[in-house]
């Protein structure tokens, strides 16, 4: 896409967000009749991911040309994506512990709501061994992309090690994967009206701005939290990792495309298929791009972990339970794996809270506080974690060598 439709279609994107805010804030539950055509965008986004991982994982395996090089590409990947989501838990027990948004919260819920209702939080064991899957289609549609990247990941390097007959296979993914980029673009240019949809239909549901205002006074120190510790990670981390790649400060334009279609859709896989156009548009090597934005949308969530600390925290504070050095060390271990296993898509860290929750035990019932106000934050989260992968290509590039 030429530098000037590019910005035509930034525009776009960004008037269609605010015109959702405006329409599902001024006419309420009217604009939930446009709900179907945000589903339909996001089932567009979605239908694209599978094959395009696969895709986009082989060839870029294969594209690193030799197993070793992966290793230290793999190495290096994993160590940031731990480290930089270990920040993102700090920095959200850092100003949880400051603002205190839970101390004087006085409806406190007697029911498990039904989003986690019956749901047992996962242990490492299960977390682990959902990493292979006896049956890569049964996982396919249910879009768990993990075991799938990771069958990608081994198929790739082996690909690498039998000569001449590889190169038929690699050049047909290759294919593929261009096919699907191109798919991707066209369904880019329906993104206006599918952020419009998806955004005023979500607020229109809450019954318009006045409702959702009402509905929030009561966290809305809480709210004020999560947003100044997500801002604070996004803007100073990011801001400081950015110096060591290649890219310059218009990188946060470049990416910017992707990172509204995260805050629209809530979900970094949905959004992943533009994540990785508009990282490949910004310059980043195509090799990091098709290895690092995979993983990274499925494992690397440093909003989820912020958002997971203060959430406990702040659960904590209202039922006035102590979380001493002890159980903040226990929150601050449990959250990262908790973000680490939360799937890519809307709520799911709602769902992972459950680990944290369990680890220092507090009540379940406690997220019935965050319920009324989730689908806004989840949007937030899943924006920073969008920009935190993306970041994560720019660095990561580095490591590969020539
Ligand atoms: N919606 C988030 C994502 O897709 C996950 C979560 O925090 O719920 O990245």
Same mark, same amino acid.
Request: cysteine-free; hydrophobic content about 30%.
């Given at each position: 896409m030429s530098l000037q439709g590019h910005n035509t279609l930034l525009w776009a994107i960004l008037v269609g967000a605010l015109a959702g805010i405006f329409c599902g804030w001024h006419f309420g539950h009217a604009m939930e009749s446009v709900a179907w055509i945000g589903k339909l965008f996001l089932d567009l986004l979605m239908l694209t991911i599978i094959p395009l991982i696969v895709a986009a994982v082989i060839t870029g395996i294969t594209g690193l040309g030799d197993v070793r090089k992966l290793g230290r590409l793999g190495g290096f990947t994993v160590l940031y994506y731990l480290s930089t989501t270990a920040i993102a838990v700090l920095v959200g027990l850092v100003i949880v512990n400051i603002m205190q948004?839970? /101390?004087? /919260?006085?409806?406190?819920?007697?029911a498990i709501p039904d989003k986690v209702a019956g749901k047992e939080a996962v242990g490492i064991a299960e977390m682990i061994g959902?990493?292979?899957?006896?049956n890569l289609v049964a996982a396919a549609a249910e879009t768990q992309l993990l075991p799938i990247i990771l069958f990608c990941l081994f198929f790739g390097a082996a690909l690498t090690? /039998?000569?001449?007959?590889g190169k038929v296979v690699i050049n047909f993914f290759d294919g593929l994967n261009d096919v699907m980029m191109k798919l991707v673009i066209w369904i880019m240019y329906l993104s206006p009206i599918g952020i419009f949809a998806l955004v005023a239909s979500k607020l229109g549901a809450t019954g318009g701005g006045e409702e959702f205002l009402a509905e929030i006074s009561s966290v809305g120190k809480y709210i004020a939290t999560v947003i100044i510790g997500l801002t604070i990670h996004a803007v100073i981390l990011f801001t400081i990792l950015i110096t060591?790649?290649? !890219?310059? !400060?218009?990188y946060l334009f470049d990416m910017l495309r992707a990172l509204v279609t995260a805050f629209g859709t809530a979900s970094s896989a949905a959004t992943l298929p533009l994540t990785m156009e508009c990282a490949v548009e910004a310059g980043v090597d195509k090799r990091a791009v098709k290895f690092v934005l995979p993983l990274g949308a499925t494992v690397n969530m440093d909003g989820t972990a912020l958002y997971e600390a203060v959430a406990v925290m702040f659960i904590a504070q209202a039922y006035g339970i102590h979380m001493g050095v002890e159980e903040q060390i226990i929150i601050f271990i449990t959250a990262t794996l908790a973000a680490i296993g939360a799937?890519? /898509?809307?709520?799911?860290g709602l769902i992972t809270m459950l680990i944290v929750l369990t680890a220092v035990d507090l009540?379940?019932?406690?997220i019935g506080l965050l319920l009324a106000i989730d689908w806004f934050l989840d949007r937030i989260r899943t924006t920073v974690n969008v920009w935190g992968d993306s970041v994560g290509a720019a660095v990561l590039e580095r490591v590969i060598p020539d």
């Open positions: 948004p839970g /101390i004087g /919260i006085s409806e406190l819920n007697e959902s990493l292979i899957k006896p090690t /039998i000569g001449e007959k060591f790649s290649k !890219r310059g !400060r218009d799937a890519a /898509i809307p709520s799911a009540p379940k019932e406690g």
